[in-house]
């Protein structure tokens, strides 16, 4: 297992659900700006709900889970969360441009 995966699982066995949530967000965010620059990517975690929205490849999306629903992805697996957004995402016409490090880690979890 790479030092990542190691890291990821230590966050998904030891973070609270907003927390992960938000580290997930964030490289979501990430990926999604390195796909598309002019993309604009937001999260909010409030009231037991998750929600990650905005603006990329040319259209706008909303995704919301709630808290208990994060903890099932959290508890699925370190990037099954990860692995869910992308696949909402992919649902929603935002495509992957190409297979990332980050990406890699989170479709070889499944």
């Not at 030891?14 to 598309?36: E, G, I, N, P, Y």
């Not at 909303?62 to 692995?83: I, N, Q």
Request: some cysteine.
């Amino acid at each position: 297992m790479r030092e990542n995966d190691l890291i990821r699982s230590y966050m998904a066995a030891h973070l609270t659900v907003a927390s992960f949530a938000s580290h997930v967000a964030r490289c979501v965010q990430k990926q999604l700006l390195q796909f598309d620059r002019q993309a604009a990517i937001h999260f909010d975690s409030s009231q037991n709900v998750f929600h990650l929205y905005g603006y990329t490849q040319g259209k706008m999306f909303s995704l919301l889970l709630t808290f208990a629903e994060v903890e099932e992805w959290k508890a699925a697996g370190p990037y099954a969360l990860d692995r869910c957004i992308f696949c909402e995402l992919e649902e929603k016409g935002i495509s992957i441009v190409h297979m990332t490090p980050y990406l890699r880690s989170v479709f070889s979890q499944s």
